[in-house]
């Protein structure tokens, strides 16, 4: 879903730009009330992961492909504004080293792929987990439907800014987000197995601590958050 | 209640998890689909939707340059186990080396622990 260079109205370049520039600030910001100094190198580790589960890219129906976004799952792992950070990075180093998304769309690539699936994707996280029961089922349940959710909305936020003076027209509104439903189903199955691996061997290293299952013992656990 | 957790190193889960990525990124890589992505799907569909000859826009919109990768780039991918393992140490150091800066710059989270 990465926006190339080109793709979108010079303005609304800029504006993305600027708008994506002040949410990585704050992003910084906010990063040094979410993290301990052990969840470092798992940051880190996560933006490795991510750069690249995303050179995989996996063919799908209708001549396409997709690749994990992970912007979702990086927001549950740690929170929204290092979620927002992680992938932030993965996004920086894919435009400048690797021409993978264009450097003037890099802020829209960011709100896109970025801040709105890890900011929206915690808390609708914190929502679902909220009202459900607190097993393993429904913990990991819930990362399945935001990690298909931030999908098809960022899928939705990218069509607006190509939208806007740009080539895509409104009438391609319902293909682009329809094919990025069907594609959220993986982004939705990595996401769920890379969060379970981690709930089962380090529930501690995860935010939302709050929202563990009950089953997961207390001195497997880490600092609420 | 949570010495045992404390106690419990970090570095062999993330030894662990950067040889996974490194795997991912220097070998399954090298099986990535080339066709294009949904954004450009999209792009494409829609691009085509009423021309006359449906076979002969689609394909001549897929050459499209603005839908294809940049020639600028610093290490093309079809050099596909060296951008991984680059890209791989790159994200690694550029993400944990933030958050350290920032973690280190001082903060509300410092100060509540240095209290």
Redo the contacts between chains.
């Keep these: 879903?990465?926006?190339?260079?080109?793709?979108m109205y010079p303005a609304t370049a800029v504006a993305t730009g600027v708008v994506g520039a002040g949410a990585v600030a704050y992003a910084?910001?906010k990063?040094?009330?979410e993290?301990?100094?052990?969840?470092?190198?798992?940051?880190?580790?996560?933006?490795?992961?991510?750069?690249?589960?995303q050179?995989?890219?996996?063919?799908?129906a209708?001549?396409?492909?997709?690749?994990l976004l992970g912007g979702a799952m990086a927001g549950i792992m740690f929170g929204p504004w290092?979620g927002t950070?992680?992938v932030s990075?993965?996004y920086?180093?894919?435009a400048?080293?690797?021409?993978?998304g264009?450097i003037t769309a890099l802020g829209a690539n960011i709100l896109c792929m970025g801040v709105l699936p890890a900011v929206g994707g915690y808390y609708f996280f914190r929502a679902l987990t909220g009202v459900l029961p607190r097993t393993r089922t429904s913990y990991l349940g819930s990362v399945a439907v935001t990690s298909w959710l931030s999908i098809v909305a960022a899928?939705a936020l990218?069509?607006v800014f190509?939208a806007i003076g740009g080539?895509?027209?409104l009438?391609?509104f319902p293909?682009?987000i329809g094919?990025?439903a069907l594609?959220g189903i993986l982004e939705a199955v990595i996401s769920t197995s890379v969060v379970a691996a981690v709930l089962t061997?380090?529930p501690?290293?995860l935010a939302n601590q709050d929202r563990l299952p009950e089953k997961v013992p207390?001195?497997?656990?880490?600092?609420a958050a | 209640m949570t010495n045992s957790v404390e106690s419990r190193s970090i570095v062999p889960f993330v030894l662990v998890g950067l040889v996974v990525a490194l795997m991912i990124g220097m070998v399954a890589s090298n099986f990535a689909a080339s066709s294009p992505d949904a954004l450009q799907r999209a792009i494409i569909d829609s691009a085509c939707r009423d021309a006359p000859d449906e076979e002969a826009c689609l394909v001549e919109q897929e050459g499209e340059p603005v839908l294809e990768i940049a020639p600028r780039a610093l290490l093309a991918y079809q050099v596909t186990w060296l951008s991984g393992l680059v890209g791989v140490i790159a994200t690694f150091a550029l993400g944990a080396g933030l958050v350290m800066l920032v973690r280190r710059s001082g903060g509300p989270a410092s100060a509540r622990r240095a209290e």
């Design positions: 879903m990465h926006i190339p260079d080109g793709l910084l910001k990063s040094r009330e993290l301990d100094e052990k969840r470092i190198p798992v940051v880190g580790l996560t933006a490795a992961f991510i750069f690249a589960a050179m995989v890219t996996i063919p799908v209708g001549g396409t492909s997709t690749h290092v950070l992680v990075v993965v920086l180093v894919q400048i080293g690797f021409a993978d264009g899928s990218a069509s190509i080539p895509l027209p009438a391609a293909i682009m094919i990025h594609v061997t380090r501690d290293l207390a001195s497997a656990r880490g600092e």
